[in-house]
Nanobody, 124 residues
Framework: QVQLVESGGGLVQAGGSLRLSCAAS????????MGWFRQAPGKEREFVTAINWSGGTTYYADSVKGRFTISRDNAKNTVYLQMNSLKPEDTAVYYCAAKRQTVRLPVAGTYDYWGQGTQVTVSS
């Protein structure tokens, strides 16, 4: 089992920044690829970004490319999501997730473990 706890969400004005953190416990963190997903009210959960076990490879949805950065610190069992130039359409609950295999990273259904989410609200 892997337990994931997100933090860092909040209310920010458009153009502002937030950094989300996801702390993992349980199994060996460095064995897992990590992803961030988000879900806005009335919408399906969507892929935001993912990172492989070493941090050497990252993937981004087109909607956040150039604005968001994913990183991880395996010594701290934590993955981060730096969000810059936030837009109102980024408003959602953000979830981190973990999976053993570094394939199909944008597919939510392939992840083994999920956090409970943290709310991000961007005001215009």
């Amino acid at each position: 089992q892997v337990q994931l706890v997100e933090s860092g969400g909040g209310l920010v004005q458009a153009g502002g920044s937030l950094r989300l953190s996801c702390a993992a416990s349980g199994r060996t963190f460095s064995n897992y690829a990590m992803g961030w997903f988000r879900q806005a009210p009335g919408k399906e959960r969507e892929f935001v970004t993912a990172i492989n076990w070493s941090g050497g490879t990252t993937y981004y949805a087109d909607s956040v490319k150039g604005r968001f950065t994913i990183s991880r610190d395996n010594a701290k069992n934590t993955v981060y999501l730096q969000m810059n130039s936030l837009k109102p359409e980024d408003t959602a609950v953000y979830y981190c997730a973990a999976k053993r295999q570094t394939v199909r990273l944008p597919v939510a259904g392939t992840y083994d473990y999920w956090g409970q989410g943290t709310q991000v609200t961007v005001s215009s």
